[in-house]
């Protein structure tokens, strides 16, 4: 069964720290997603990368930095984390070569920033 | 620029009726279209997609959903509702670049 995994379902830090939030696939996924999602605000792109070591900014990417040094491994960072960073996080996957393959999610990640 | 528009925030049905959740997308090639629902406290589920040929396309838990190209519009549907169908529904498209742009959900609530 095919499935994506985030390190954390909660998390809680406080403003100016550091965050990262792991996502882990293990479908050999070339695509990878990080999303954030808010009410009324539905699900924005924050970053997305097409192969290792590659990433490419999504709608929202302000604040946040990504990291892909394994295939499998997409991790999202919070270099200083801020309140309006509170959120859900979501991550994705999916196959590469054509335009309509589905994207396969995480659990998510509920973060807090106090 | 695609785009993605779910006019219903929220809706309530009871138990057992019918369900149609409104789609409108912006894109301006042929669509690829797809549902996905999101239940509380879960990551999204895909329910069913959209690339060609038929335009009624047939989903997973006993939904559907209708292309209807001269509308812009891909409506979701399901003739029964059940209680486990309280959740978040979405709509995406994908677009250049392979990118999805959802829309801003629908909350369904179901009364027993």
């Known amino acids: 069964d095919v499935k994506v995994t985030q390190s954390s379902r909660y998390l809680v830090k406080r403003t100016g720290e550091k965050v990262f939030l792991e996502c882990v696939q293990d479908m050999d996924h070339e695509n990878m997603f990080w999303y954030r999602q808010d009410p009324g605000l539905g699900l924005r792109l924050i970053y997305f990368s097409y192969d290792v070591k590659m990433k490419e900014k999504g709608d929202i990417p302000e604040g946040y930095s990504v990291s892909r040094e394994k295939k499998e491994r997409f991790s999202l960072i919070l270099e200083s984390a801020s309140t309006n960073q509170t959120s859900m996080y979501l991550c994705?996957?999916?196959?590469?070569?054509?335009?309509?393959?589905?994207?396969?999610f995480g659990p998510g990640t509920r973060l807090t920033v106090l | 620029a695609q785009s993605v528009t779910q006019p219903d925030i929220h809706i309530t049905v009871s138990e057992g009726a019918s369900l149609e959740l409104r789609c409108n997308y912006s894109?301006?090639?042929?669509?690829?279209l797809f549902w996905y629902v999101q239940s509380p406290g879960q990551g999204l589920q895909l329910l069913l997609k959209?690339?060609?040929?038929?335009?009624l396309v047939q989903g997973i838990k006993g939904f559907e959903a209708e292309f209807k190209r001269s509308q812009s519009s891909f409506n979701l549907r399901k003739p029964s509702v059940h209680w486990s169908d309280a959740a978040e529904y979405f709509c995406?498209?994908?677009?250049?670049?392979?990118?999805?742009?959802f829309g801003t959900g629908t909350s369904l609530t179901v009364i027993p």
């Open positions: 894109y301006g090639a042929t669509p690829y």
């Open positions: 959209y690339f060609s040929g038929d335009t």
């Open positions: 995406a498209v994908v677009g250049r670049g392979n990118q999805f742009y």
């Open positions: 994705a996957s999916s196959s590469t070569g054509v335009a309509y393959n589905e994207q396969f």
